[in-house]
């Protein structure tokens, strides 16, 4: 038996690598490729925002480490290495969290039972210098849990391993708080005890300074202790290097946002559930449990981007307390009957590990390495270089950093996801919301080529920006493929070479569809990608497209809207007969 839950665990801990290792598909990786190349090519740390129209607004590049390291694993491997290492981070981070519940002393169908959890942080799974944080989180704890069991000098690790944090990504201010759970909790319950001698108290005390004073061991110090004191305030109105850019940032770092039962209800209802695992466990209680889950709890409720760390707790915490729960019971089963019920367990383990595995089985599929060509402008960007077209670029927002990584030096974007003006995020915003302004913040910044995407990656709206260029007669479509369109100012090119590639605007709504339809093919959730289906079908005059369309809108947008609904029956009234 105990063979088998061996074989279930590391069945499990394979699952989690094979959809880990996935299509690259976050847009931030490509500005951290950039500013890996950029830092290999001049020798030099980046301090300004060299790779768009703002180059001389600091930037705090507090991820260094790991932008060199992910432009080492690009030139060995490509985007092929850049999706083995991420898979390998997040099985790593879930082996951890395993190892440190068993060292726990939890039994393995506990692990089992518990490891499921560890699939809700999903949405987080990307290639950022988040997943240093995730599993250098867990390698913290599962340090600081041995050292509970056994205190010895082997905690002082800490030390460079937080050296090695500071400089992979701002979370590790993390390793602070992870400290200052075990401090409180481990010298309460030494106090309350009157065990003082043998505690390991002196030892903590001196990796807490240590850790401490890593955290300054970076090439941005000043920069880092800004973001300590930022981070209570992070999401409504300051950004990760602690400048003010206003609620408008949060809006595009979506998440950034607070959390709510609306936005995360998962967080509640594993709140719940963790609440009531402690209760029926309550033998095996601690104090360091309650701060260091309490803790987690709190920054998850605080800000969405945080939830994941409480869902690793939970993996590396709550196995223990499973077992305490069900230790009364154990006398009073008979060994065979414990198998049977042991068999059961692992069976729901793996049932409801499935229903939170699936979704991920559809979208990423096993081993699916390599970059998720649709996400990006790739033969847009060849396009620009190709043509030579003119500058400066239009882009939008999350397109920034791959037009960075692909054409720069030659050229500067407008603005990309590390972008910390605040004047910067106003102005391309109000142009992308299409405000009467921007036109004048074209010309102002010499605006002569836009690079598009149809559709927003959040809900799929249509760009209200493409509306006005669309019935501009100053700006011409030269360039449409599923992904991406291509504008260009009259008269930045030849007219002879205008009158090769221009292409009938027209155009625009074939790259609307390929777009929406991508989109819904990864997550149907996009509930106004199919709303934008629907009115394209709707002007091209095909009913039964459109209905289809509008169909799963409906059935997917937040609250009614009364005239998608009369256009939904006037539709299905004109294809009943067809």
Request: proline residues 5%.
């Amino acid at each position: 038996m105990k063979r088998f839950e061996y074989v279930c665990l590391v069945l499990m801990l394979l699952a989690i690598l094979a959809v880990g290792v996935a299509q690259i598909h976050d847009f931030d990786t490509f500005w951290q490729l950039q500013s890996g190349r950029y830092m290999v090519d001049t020798g030099s740390f980046i301090r300004t925002d060299l790779f768009t129209l703002a180059p001389d607004v600091p930037r705090f590049e507090h991820c260094w480490l790991h932008d060199l390291i992910l432009y080492g694993l690009h030139a060995l491997g490509g985007y092929t290495a850049l999706s083995l290492w991420k898979g390998l981070m997040i099985a790593g981070t879930a082996a951890a969290l395993v190892a440190t519940a068993l060292l726990r002393g939890a039994s393995l169908p506990a692990v089992i039972l518990t490891l499921p959890v560890f699939l809700l942080s999903s949405n987080t799974w990307t290639a950022r210098p988040q997943l240093w944080t995730f599993l250098l989180f867990a390698i913290f704890v599962l340090l600081l849990e041995r050292f509970r069991t056994v205190p010895s000098r082997a905690v002082l690790w800490l030390f460079p391993l937080a050296v090695f944090w500071t400089n992979l990504h701002a979370g590790s201010i993390l390793a602070l708080a992870i400290l200052a759970a075990y401090l409180v909790g481990m010298g309460a319950e030494a106090g309350w005890r009157r065990q003082w001698r043998g505690s390991g108290m002196p030892l903590l005390l001196l990796a807490v300074g240590l850790v401490a004073g890593a955290s300054l061991l970076s090439p941005y110090p000043a920069d880092w202790l800004r973001t300590l004191l930022a981070s209570p305030q992070l999401g409504a109105s300051v950004n990760a290097a602690g400048q003010k850019s206003g609620a408008m940032t949060a809006g595009f770092i979506m998440d950034w946002t607070p959390t709510t039962f609306q936005n995360a209800p998962l967080l509640f209802y594993a709140l719940a559930a963790t609440i009531v695992i402690m209760l029926l466990g309550w033998r095996r209680f601690s104090l360091v449990d309650l701060c260091l889950l309490g803790g987690l709890a709190l920054m998850g409720w605080k800000l969405v981007r945080h939830i994941s760390f409480f869902y690793f707790g939970m993996a590396a915490i709550l196995p223990s307390y499973l077992d305490a729960a069900v230790a009364p019971l154990k006398d009073r089963i008979l060994p065979a009957s414990r198998r049977v019920l042991v068999a059961a367990v692992l069976l729901a383990a793996c049932a409801w590990g499935w229903l939170f595995y699936q979704p991920l089985w559809q979208v990423y599929g096993p081993f699916n390495a390599g970059l998720r060509t649709w996400h990006f402008p790739v033969a847009a960007a060849e396009f620009v270089k190709q043509e030579k077209l003119p500058q400066n670029i239009y882009n939008t927002y999350d397109w920034g950093g791959y037009l960075e990584w692909v054409l720069f030096p030659e050229y500067r974007v407008f603005w990309d996801q590390r972008q910390n003006s605040a004047e910067m995020f106003q102005l391309g915003w109000e142009a992308m919301a299409g405000k009467p302004s921007w036109q004048e913040t074209f010309v102002r910044f010499g605006i002569n080529t836009v690079v598009y995407r149809p559709l927003t990656i959040d809900t799929g709206q249509r760009y209200p920006l493409l509306d006005l260029l669309r019935v501009s007669p100053e700006w011409e479509l030269v360039y449409a493929d599923d992904t991406a369109l291509i504008f260009v100012k009259a008269g930045s090119m030849s007219s002879d070479w205008l009158a090769k590639h221009r292409l009938p605007k027209e155009r625009m709504d074939d790259t609307l569809l390929a777009t929406a339809r991508s989109m819904t093919n990864v997550d149907p959730g996009r509930y106004l990608a199919w709303h934008e289906m629907a009115q394209v079908h709707l002007r091209r005059r095909e009913p039964k497209e459109a209905k289809a369309a509008l169909e799963q809108y409906l059935s997917r947008v937040p609250q009614r809207d009364p005239a998608a609904e009369r256009t939904w029956q006037m539709l299905e009234n004109m294809t009943r007969g067809m």
